[in-house]
């Protein structure tokens, strides 16, 4: 007989019939607040949401949803209407996760902002989503009173605090009940969830509106190709206002009753006691994270003389065979010493999405025992595309297609490499009042095209090679994508930035050649004055452009370079800002 794999998602099937009272499901997908009530209906106990820094602070399930229930009739009162748009805005923390969920349990439209923006272009954002009411950190209190904005405050001592709300609404000690779900009922699966406004590393920033079903779906579809537990512990580390977090951190955690732990600040020493004190199993970051995590490691490790080097490096490659081969992960006891200095002995799996991670990096996390997924999306899909599965990775693709997803390569060059298009339940209704930038992004067909670069292999896993944007075109007609330059210069300790474009090399034929930007790592090159040694700074770039170099093909070698004494402008998830960088350097 035949057994047939049960689905991530067949747990609500429980809730599809009258039995389910307040919280029957009468369409596929729930709304993301009917899915945080289920949850907490099914784990009323466990840890929902927790904060170290500056203090302790926990909400279990039924504290945390009381906690949203009583915060979205506190945004009725205060004339809050579905369909209304909400900013949230403030540093990763529980009374950040309660005010998202409040606004959607209200049914208005959420509107997470980076509390990093200036106040012009918090402005501007706000004038774009027609926000009148904001959940707001303490550093930006007074720029949203001067919009006129009504506020509430996600920091302890300001003004209408939202937990000081929730506790002066409380008229009796019991926490309201999940399984009577919230006073307006559910959203439709279809409503907007949220507005998005996009990074802007190639432009301006659009509002991106996403459905609770393109959230949903993405969520528990990316679980058919990772497996995810009530009883994980993620670290939101990374800012949550981005759709990357917030989807694969803080919908998959609430989607399964897991756990939160929210890190306010990136300060190493505060994230490596983070790690331990919570046992974290799922650790979300960038490349730029893990590169600079696993060159942190290695150097350690090459402190101990090569000898010991050579023996580890040895076990290393051994561990990553045998993984390879059996799918068993000696690597976790072999090395647990190594992983428990670097607080990463109690990670079940680290997820990297936000670029293309390089191959090296995906091993050597794998020959070390800890298993490594790496992922791709965009803001406009909610965002998870492509997963790489535990089981059968491979280290060069950003993953397989996740199901339901339609993905194809459009206009292909001589290798095969063309356009990233995708249709399927996640992907965006469109841009924030702006019909001329949807039509120029979806087709008529209902693809969304990416403006990626990449190719599908025969079972449908993608590779990444670059934005079209940034596409250089050299001077023998041959395509050339920065981003595959860049990820060579990864794993060089002494490079802490590098970004690579196109100049004009004969202005009359109209043909570009290859430079590189680079930011050193200063500390490598400290004279004994305390000052940076530019001289050997640069002296040693050029010798790793010309290593770079040498594993390149003739027509995609950095013809020229310059290297930046200060670090380029980025987003808030390390990636470079490319159209502030060339506009600065073509001044």
Not at 202 to 231: I, M, P, Y
Not at 431 to 444: Q, R, S, V
Not at 483 to 503: P, R
Not at 532 to 556: C, F, H
């Amino acid at each position: 007989m035949r057994m047939t794999k049960e689905l991530p998602w067949s747990f609500l099937d429980a809730y599809r019939d009258e039995s389910a009272g307040s919280l029957r499901l009468t369409e596929r997908w729930p709304s993301l607040p009917h899915l945080f009530a289920i949850s907490a209906s099914r784990y009323p106990d466990r840890n929902a949401f927790s904060c170290y820094d500056p203090k302790e602070l926990r909400f279990t399930y039924a504290q945390a949803f009381d906690a949203v229930y009583k915060t979205a009739l506190e945004l009725a009162k205060r004339g809050v209407l579905p369909g209304d748009r909400v900013v949230v805005t403030g540093k990763n923390s529980p009374e950040w996760a309660i005010a998202y969920l409040a606004v959607l349990a209200r049914r208005a439209v959420v509107v997470p902002l980076d509390f990093q923006l200036t106040d012009a272009e918090i402005k501007n954002l706000v004038s774009i989503s027609e926000a009148k009411t904001a959940f707001v950190d303490h550093e930006k209190l007074k720029t949203f009173a001067s919009l006129g904005t009504n506020t509430i405050a996600l920091a302890e001592g300001d003004p209408d605090y939202i937990l000081d709300l929730v506790r002066s609404d409380s008229n009796t000690t019991a926490l309201h009940d999940p399984a009577q779900g919230f006073e307006d009922g559910f959203p439709a699966a279809g409503d907007s969830a949220a507005i998005m406004f996009t990074s802007g590393t190639t432009g301006a920033a659009k509002g991106v509106t996403l459905t609770h079903e393109n959230f949903v779906s993405d969520c528990l579809l990316a679980q058919s190709l990772l497996q995810v537990r009530h009883t994980d512990v993620f670290y939101a580390l990374l800012p949550i206002h981005h759709s990357y977090t917030m989807l694969a951190v803080f919908i998959e955690a609430i989607s399964v009753g897991a756990e939160v732990v929210f890190a306010k600040k990136l300060v190493v020493q505060q994230i490596l006691s983070d790690l331990k004190t919570a046992q974290v199993t799922m650790f979300l970051g960038v490349p730029t994270l893990f590169n600079r995590l696993l060159k942190g490691i290695m150097r350690g490790v090459r402190e101990k003389g090569p000898v010991v080097y050579g023996i580890i490096r040895f076990l290393m490659i051994s561990s990553g065979m045998v993984k390879k081969a059996t799918g068993m992960n000696p690597g976790k006891r072999i090395f647990k010493g190594i992983l428990a200095k670097a607080s990463l002995d109690s990670i079940r799996i680290c997820i990297s999405g936000g670029g293309p991670l390089p191959s090296e990096t995906f091993r050597r996390f794998n020959q070390l025992g800890i298993d490594f997924v790496q992922g791709y999306g965009l803001t406009e899909t909610a965002p998870i595309l492509t997963l790489n599965p535990v089981a059968h990775y491979k280290e060069s693709s950003v993953g397989k297609v996740l199901p339901e997803v339609e993905m194809k390569i459009i206009d292909p060059d001589e290798r095969g490499r063309g356009e990233i298009v995708v249709r399927g339940p996640m992907v965006m209704q469109g841009y924030y009042n702006n019909p001329k930038a949807t039509e120029e992004t979806i087709d008529k067909e209902g693809f969304l095209h990416t403006g990626d670069i990449g190719y599908l292999d025969s079972e449908n896993y993608l590779y990444l090679t670059g934005r079209k944007k940034s596409l250089i075109v050299t001077s023998a007609g041959k395509n050339v994508y920065p981003e595959e330059l860049e990820s060579h210069f990864d794993l060089f300790d002494e490079v802490a930035q590098v970004m690579v474009a196109g100049y004009v090399s004969d202005p009359e034929e109209h043909t570009e050649d290859i430079e590189a930007f680079i930011h050193p790592d200063t500390t490598f090159f400290e004279s004994k004055d305390g000052n940076t040694d530019k001289e050997a700074a640069e002296a040693r770039i050029r010798e790793i452009i010309s290593q770079v170099n040498k594993g390149l093909q003739p027509y995609q070698r950095i013809r020229r370079s310059t290297v930046l004494w200060e670090p380029m402008e980025t987003t808030t998830t390390r990636k470079i800002k490319r159209h502030v960088v060339q506009k600065h350097m073509d001044q």
